[in-house]
């Protein structure tokens, strides 16, 4: 299907806005209106090219190019790092969300009678981790969640103290609905656990200082709204608790002296790269450094977020122009602070999958989630994109 070109011109003489300058680095915008940013991100340009790169020295150059793709890998480490307020040492580079969540429920040292306390409503990589520790008399509480609106004093409720950790995901990927950092550290802690933040669906948006805050461990895939390619993310282990951590898998290269293979003495390296173990996805490292560093060149640090802006203002305009054309909300309305780029919707008498089939026709990317639809817009989409989706809520009216 041959997709009109909704991009408006960028005049070299124009002062660009961050959503402008974000959305000239999107290839994805020729073609879509892509608004499922909290399933798969499209890569940016930077990212395509890094990517390429490494597939042509791959080919051409083989291991000989292993010494830049090293450079490269620790330079995403501190890019990485540099985004949330922590240190290089307190960041491992992972495979996905799961892998982080997993080295803390596998390396804490539980005893028998103890207890994990997260919400009914995660997604299923922060529960499985943790009913996998029920073989071993670890306790998991699930605290209901109505109308996907967390109740706090419910949630403190569940913890007493035998609660070592509470587990919660920054963004709910189906209600949308954001913690607020510093209430989420606050509870944790005020029940003498410690925080484990599943931050997937809000880092790369909204800004978080792991340091200043008290965060305890964050784990987050680069794929969604950090613009990585699948298979390369970051774990967070606040230094205070890296030796309280047992790595669940050991390999060549959690040791000190992971270079000199024919020496083989048990010394681990003393920050948090101990948890990586062998080998890197390089190609998807190196292609995630390209990403977190467009990202931080829009100006997303720990204290500031420009793209958070865009994101909030474009997610208020696209319920509008829904609300506006019959649709149903069913995210809970909350002040900003609550706020993210994720929201559900429905349209009376039409099924979550026959709206997705008639919005993807007319170049509309959403997904179904929580009972409904889906929309989930990140910082560079805008106008036209709106304008794409006024038409295609005409095209399911009329279908």
Request: charged residues 20%; negative net charge.
């Amino acid at each position: 299907m041959d997709m009109p070109d909704y991009n408006a011109p960028l005049l070299a003489h124009v002062p660009l806005t961050t959503r402008e300058r974000f959305r000239a680095a999107m290839p994805i915008t020729r073609k879509w209106a892509y608004f499922d940013q909290a399933a798969v991100s499209p890569l940016p340009e930077p990212t395509r090219a890094a990517v390429e790169l490494w597939l042509r020295e791959a080919t051409e150059e083989g291991d000989t190019a292993w010494p830049r793709w090293n450079r490269e890998l620790e330079r995403c480490r501190g890019l990485a790092a540099g985004i949330i307020g922590a240190t290089p040492a307190e960041i491992a580079l992972i495979p996905n969300t799961t892998t982080g969540i997993s080295i803390v429920a596998e390396g804490f040292p539980w005893q028998s009678g103890d207890n994990l306390v997260t919400l009914e409503n995660e997604f299923p990589s922060n529960i499985y981790p943790w009913m996998h520790l029920q073989q071993r008399g670890v306790e998991l509480r699930r605290v209901p969640v109505l109308e996907g609106r967390p109740d706090r004093n419910k949630l403190r409720a569940a913890c007493d103290r035998h609660t070592k950790i509470v587990s919660l995901s920054w963004v709910g990927y189906a209600s949308g609905w954001r913690w607020d950092i510093s209430q989420a550290v606050e509870l944790a802690h005020q029940c003498g656990a410690l925080l484990m933040l599943d931050a997937i669906q809000g880092l790369g948006v909204h800004p978080i200082d792991v340091r200043a805050s008290g965060v305890d461990f964050l784990a987050a895939d680069g794929h969604k709204w950090l613009l990585g390619p699948e298979g390369a993310g970051v774990f967070y282990v606040r230094s205070e608790h890296l030796e309280r951590l047992r790595p669940p898998q050991v390999g060549w290269n959690s040791m000190e002296h992971r270079y000199d293979f024919s020496r083989l003495e048990w010394k681990l390296r003393a920050d948090a790269s101990r948890f990586e173990g062998g080998t890197y996805n390089m190609a998807g490292f190196l292609g995630f450094a390209a990403s977190l560093q467009l990202l931080a060149d829009l100006g997303l640090g720990p204290q500031a977020s420009p793209i958070e802006s865009s994101v909030l203002a474009f997610r208020e305009s696209a319920i509008e122009v829904l609300r506006q054309r019959g649709a149903e909300i069913l995210s809970p309305t909350v002040p900003a602070i609550h706020q993210s780029g994720i929201f559900c919707f429905s349209i009376p008498n039409v099924s979550p999958e026959q709206v997705r089939r008639v919005f993807h026709d007319h170049g509309v990317v959403v997904s179904c989630r929580g009972g409904g639809i889906r929309l989930s817009a990140h910082g560079y989409a805008n106008e036209q994109d709106l304008q794409r989706l006024e038409e295609a809520m005409e095209r399911v009216r009329h279908s």
